[in-house]
């Protein structure tokens, strides 16, 4: 079945569930550490439990449904009681091996509430809420228990009621290019089936960002419109059930992230903190750094993955791009369509792909050495067409090849259409479908993180499952794609219109890096199809959309055409010691400042949508009492996303300090991107 007819057959259900009799009594209370936010649980005379949010002792989220519906046991939400409650506090720090900033700070409040059926089999959950100043995250947690051995959970029935009316900015789900897809602002009341995360503005102003943290063996979390503000949980679908788990266990983290500002939401560091520490020790052996390689010739159809005469991934080829990448700084290269499987339709037939087997007309062991003798890693790439069992079986040996090669990076793929992900349990049994974020998916990613990191591999998974903070545990999952990226603009139909990054900015980015793969200065795709952005813009991409893996994407000889724009790429870190976001509005524009991990040097980007607009933006991030060369790349004063004046382009030099301001100057489509450097 169809996962929208289910909605549409469940919401009936639902309603009933959701309708709360007027009497119901606080049992249990936390507070944020600065006292701002307060979350309350409630139980109403039918033992229903709900849970409500204050903020500033106004309601932001009213009284909202928790609960299961089981396939193997009557549903989990009415007739309990609570049995136990107890409240701790924590205030820690740790750092990033790599990231957005270096020291994290962690500080909450936790309420454990046990909660247990009145009478029956006396079932039993624990609800756990953990309250930070910026946000909150809440989730479920089942004992051991004779009455709850396994547990098959069909829907959860959390609730969002959004006390305010609001703007959400958000992207479908369930359709069949996954989260490939612009993002929708309406009025939340006109939310339909969204992913997350989903960003929401209410009337007064304040931010909220809905989605979860620790996704770990369990269903992606999607959410279903309901009635007024009302948002309700609606997993992805498996078999037999949505969730199959045995007890104990815990649900990911549903989580919240609020701000008075938009930037408030890029600042916060909640999915991480939600996450469990780092399962992996010392992993300095990933280094953050940008790459080049055999990937936009193809989006643009001059190259192809398959062999024949235009097949990109030929060994002359290869060695063009390393010396490219070592002439100007990069250390990797990347090379799709190096294995065999490609020939014919390999979206159709992923179980031809060899994961070992190059080419004849590539040569893998060859290319590995003429990149190390350059001071160059070549990236590995492991497109699966979603033939995901196949690729399990194949997976060990291929990173253990990769390593000996001194390959440690490799670049995932799962391309097919949503829901059509190929299971095999037993080899030549039956294959069953599941859908790219399901339980079986979320379980595979894991397996494929925690196989790569035996070989000290990283892994950059596109057409993934979303990012939920799980790179805080495993910190060898660096980057992942899951939106719209760069090639639509080679091909899509539409390519990505302005606003786009200024909406990835407080939706998609709040989860965790993309590889969005910036850096085309030709800004032409496919056709002559105008990509629209301002040159500045594709400069700014690298500072406000984060990776620790980036890719400069254009084709080398477009480089050569503008050396002072390709000069900013070079230089432009991955790896950042502090971020701040000091002005922007969600998908208007957005400016974001960091700071080097390696250099006391600064760097901000701005990108802007449609709209020409003009920005100050205070410099206090600098550091007070020294003075910098603010090297800035602008767009020029007639540049516009449209026609040549995409080309219009400034590069100036200005000494500031930590008490300047600096008056931006967007373009339509436009952007800026500055280093400053530290005198």
Known sequence: MHPLRAVRLLLPVLLLCSTLP????????????????????????????????????????????LGFILGNGRQLLRGLTLDTQALRSSDTTWELPWGERRVVREHYNELRASFVERD??????????????????FRYEFPKQPALDEVQIQEELTEF???????????????WNREEYLYNRTPLSEVGVAQTPITLRTEDGTHIAIHEAAL?????????????????????PGSPAKVVRRTPFATPWRTLQIADRAGGLVESNLILNLNAPNALGDVSWFKPSKYVGVWWSLHLDTETWGTGPKHGATTANTKRYIDFAAKHGFRGVLVEGWNVGWDGDWFANGWQFDFAKPTPDYDLEGLAAYAKAKGVHLIGHHETACAVSHYERQMDAAFEKFARLGIDVVKTGYVCDAGQ??????????????WHEGQFMSNHHLRVVQAAAKHRIAINAHEPIKDTGLRRTYPNWVSREGARGQEFNAWGNPPNPPEHEPNLVYTRMLAGPMDFTPGVLSLTGRNGQEIQNTLARQLADYVVLYSPVHMAADLPEHYAKFPEAFGFIREVPVDWQDTCAPAGEVGDYAVIARKDRNSEDWYLGAVNDEQRRSVSVPLDFLDPGRRYRAEIHRDGDDADFRGDKRFSYVREVREVTARDRLDLRLAPGGGTAIRFVRL
């Open 216 to 236: 770990v063996d369990y269903a992606g979390m999607n959410l279903a419109k309901g009635d007024g503000g009302r948002l309700r949980a609606m997993l992805t």
């Open 120 to 137: 029956h089999d006396r079932r039993r959950f624990d609800v756990v809420v953990r309250v930070f100043d910026d946000g909150l995250g």
């Open 161 to 175: 009621a959004i006390a305010k009316p609001a703007t959400a900015w958000w992207l479908p789900a369930f359709e």
């Open 421 to 434: 992900i190929e299971r095999q349990d037993i080899a030549g049994g039956p294959v069953v479908r599941e």
């Open 22 to 65: 007027a009497q119901a009594d606080t049992v249990a209370s936390v507070r944020s550490p600065d006292g701002t936010l307060t979350v309350e649980l409630d139980l109403n005379g039918e033992g229903r439990l709900a849970y409500r949010v204050l903020r500033k002792g106004a309601p932001l989220v009213d009284d909202s449904r």
